[in-house]
Nanobody
Framework: QLQLVESGGGFVQPGGSLRLSCKAS????????MAWYRQAPGKERELVAG???????SHVVSMKDRFTISRDNAKNTIYLQMTALKLEDTAVYYC?????????WGQGTQVTVSS
């Protein structure tokens, strides 16, 4: 059973930056696709960015200029670098992994953007 543990969330002022981490319990080289999702209060969970096993990334157009996904296979970790944060970026951010036919989720990390 693959486990994903997110960290790095917290409080930040508008315009600030955060880097989220998601550490997997197994080698991420064996994971077909990993992604970050977020869910704001009262809204559906939405995709933020994804990265496949070859390192190819995809970002939601509305966030691609501010958010960057990356991976470090040696640390079995993916990251989400977030810059120029806005109030509307407040959400719980979840790590997601797809390996073979199985999908895994982390427990989420809260990001609160507030002045």
């Amino acid at each position: 059973q693959l486990q994903l543990v997110e960290s790095g969330g917290g409080f930040v002022q508008p315009g600030g930056s955060l880097r989220l981490s998601c550490k997997a319990s197994d080698t991420i080289a064996s994971i077909d696709y990993m992604a970050w999702y977020r869910q704001a209060p009262g809204k559906e969970r939405e995709l933020v960015a994804g990265i496949d096993s070859g390192g190819t990334t995809s970002h939601v157009v509305s966030m691609k200029d501010r958010f960057t996904i990356s991976r470090d296979n040696a640390k079995n970790t993916i990251y989400l670098q977030m810059t120029a944060l806005k109030l509307e970026d407040t959400a719980v951010y979840y790590c997601n992994a797809r390996r073979h036919l199985n999908i895994y989720w982390g427990q989420g990390t809260q990001v609160t953007v507030s002045s």
